[in-house]
């Protein structure tokens, strides 16, 4: 399956569940696997026939520094909302968020979540 990966995007943003946490700006780190069809892109090499790649990142950090949320969980699912309501033609995403330094023992902790497009419409109920 084709797919558009997006390494390493920080996102610097309000984020945590502590009140410490509520009062200042944090690095978050967002990995993107898009599966999509790349095939008219690879045979046009037009740029409309392919997902903007500044777009996508730039959606994936407005929506996230817009919301401030608590828990990366959330921030994820804001994520994977608003790139399967922006792209139709996204088939499924993989995205992992990382939160670096938050706990001294490890380089960073987070979460990774998997969605595809037939799943998003059973649990929505369309």
């Not at 990382?98 to 960073?108: C, F, G, L, M, T």
Request: charged share 25%; glycine share 4%; net charge negative.
């Amino acid at each position: 399956m084709d797919a558009i990966v997006i390494e390493g995007l920080k996102v610097n943003t309000v984020v945590g569940c502590f009140n410490w946490e509520r009062q200042i700006v944090q690095p978050l780190m967002l990995d993107l696997m898009i599966h999509t069809n790349l095939e008219v892109a690879a045979s046009s090499d037009e740029l409309e026939d392919t997902l903007n790649y500044a777009e996508i990142c730039s959606i994936s950090a407005e929506v996230i520094q817009k919301a401030q949320p608590k828990l990366i969980e959330h921030a994820a699912k804001l994520v994977l909302n608003a790139l399967f309501s922006t792209y139709p033609a996204i088939e499924s995403i993989k995205i992992t968020i990382r939160k670096p330094a938050i706990i001294a023992e490890a380089n960073s902790v987070g979460i990774r979540i998997e969605r595809h497009r037939n799943d998003l419409r059973l649990s929505t109920g369309e």
